[in-house]
Every structure is written in structure tokens, then in C-alpha cells.
């Protein structure tokens, strides 16, 4: 095979992968002001959804309640309408004593669609929400959902020190109050 074949083909390749990259790479940037204005959202309806799902919630005595928090992966505004792909952590926590206790737990990458609505509370309300299934379906769903970087980053784990820092504010409890589990 002659080099200008080599160059060719090589050249093809490197097109290739580029394209690849480019169709499946997160958007470089999120649109601060835009994060902003959807996150309190997001998080509002994430944690009404979570209501009612945990184990603490079935131990009246422990006063739980579920604290959310997104991230996100990327966004999409096109007109009224928005898509946040976004990462996500609710945790229940409740109070036993002056003890924090954490009962249930997820950490789930979702597709959050929202649209503008000026009578909604933050300006924005969620049209639909996709999350990732269960078991095997997980990294495909993930994967065909936010591209292979952004699939990378969704299932890094996401840390729970904010959500304990607001249970502890809510509880009434010390910064340095101890956790402990169900």
C-alpha cells in the first residue's frame, strides 16, 4: 500500500472520530442564568416526587423528609421550551435525637423537560421527566441519552455534603452533628 493511501485512509479515520466526538460530547458550557433559573425547580419537583417513597417516611418518630439536589450535565433552550440533562441525588434523612439519620438514598441521571410558565413558582414547570431504568438498561439508557463523555459523568457519584449541611440546618441540628443510617 503506497503512503498516499496511508494519509487518505488515516485522514478518514481522524474525520471519523471527530464527528463521533463531536455528535456524542456534552455541550461544553452550561448556560449559568438559564441553570439558575431551572435548578430550584428541578430540585422542587424532585423532591415532591420523592415524597412518600422512603423508609424513614414509615418511622413518624424520625420526622423524615427528602432533600435534592441536580446537576447538570447539559442544556438545551429553544424558545419557552428546555431540556436539562442532569444528574441527580435525593437522600431522606431524618432526626433521632441530635443525630442526623440517612434511611434511603439515589443517585439517578434524568432528562427534565421544562417549559416557561409565568404562573408556575420559578418562572418554569417540568413538561416531563425521563430517568435511566434499573439494572442493564441503565448505561445504555445513559449512554443514548447524554453521549459517552456525559454518560462518564452521570455515573460519578455526587456528594451528599450539601443535602446534610440542609437536613442539619432543618433539624435544628449542629454543623458537626453525627450521621448514622436506618
Not at 458550557?29 to 417513597?53: C, F, H, K, N, Q
Not at 444528574?87 to 431524618?94: A, I
Not at 430517568?131 to 441519552?145: I, L, Q, V
Request: aromatic share 6%; with cysteine; glycine share 14%.
Amino acid at each position: 500500500m503506497s503512503a498516499g493511501r496511508w494519509v487518505v485512509g488515516g485522514g478518514a479515520v481522524v474525520v471519523l472520530v471527530a464527528t463521533g466526538a463531536y455528535v456524542m460530547w456534552p455541550g461544553a458550557e452550561v448556560d449559568t442564568r438559564l441553570w439558575g433559573e431551572v435548578r430550584p425547580v428541578i430540585e422542587a419537583g424532585l423532591t415532591s416526587e420523592a415524597r412518600g417513597s422512603g423508609y424513614g417516611e414509615t418511622l413518624p418518630a424520625l420526622k423524615a423528609r427528602w432533600f435534592c439536589r441536580a446537576e447538570a450535565l447539559g442544556l438545551q433552550e429553544q424558545g419557552a421550551a428546555v431540556r436539562a440533562d442532569v444528574t441527580t441525588l435525593c437522600v431522606e434523612y431524618g432526626v433521632h435525637d441530635d443525630t442526623l439519620v440517612e434511611c434511603s438514598a439515589g443517585q439517578v441521571p434524568q432528562v427534565v423537560r421544562l417549559e416557561r410558565d409565568d404562573a408556575a413558582a420559578g418562572g418554569y414547570r417540568i413538561v416531563s421527566r425521563e430517568e435511566a431504568p434499573d439494572g442493564a438498561g441503565n448505561a445504555r439508557w445513559t449512554r443514548d441519552h447524554f453521549g459517552i463523555v456525559g454518560a462518564s459523568l452521570a455515573q460519578d457519584s455526587m456528594s451528599s455534603g450539601a443535602l446534610e449541611a440542609a437536613a442539619r440546618t432543618h433539624f435544628g441540628l449542629p454543623a458537626g452533628a453525627a450521621v448514622v443510617h436506618c
